[in-house]
């Protein structure tokens, strides 16, 4: 399979529906390559992934198959490059990364979720090697990831086969005050930590 060939939705929708009752199956599939390597757009394929499924299927095989592929490239790269990158900070910077705030670390990976500003791979890669731990990292991508996955979801099942104005306008805009609202609050809880002697 050419994954250059999942450029479209139609292409996406034409492909899975060839594997039949194993379509479900398929499609989380790429969603966890979709997330451990980028080589096709999440949001034409969370898109499909609502007008095959559903928007309450599909948002479950968006959202657990993207945290399952950001779960496998955490750990290649933990395993991997983990130690290189810990003796690498601690020579060069004398930063020693079992010291790592797990509370920031936590709702920086929020934030960074959120806020698609940071490509995923890069999100993966620095948790990893950066002495976050897998919990921490795998709790706070759970939470980062679900408004994604419910825009692209909704807003794809609503632009391509509903196409109901109304609801489109309304997805966006609960969409646009999630994301603001879970910005405002991770950036809260980052700057304004609780003093700890």
Known sequence: MDFAELSSIDAVIAYVRTFGVMAPMVAFGLFVVQAALPVFPYIILAAA???LFGFKMGFLLSWSGALAGATIAYWVFRLLGAEWAERKLKIRFGYDINRTN?????????VARIVPVIPTPFINAIAAVGGVSFWNFFFSSAIGKIPSAVLYTGLGLALFKAQDIKLTLLIIAAIIVLLVAGRYLAKERIFKLPSRH
């Open 49 to 51: 992934g609502g007008l």
């Open 102 to 110: 797990g509370y920031l670390a936590f709702w920086g990976i929020v």
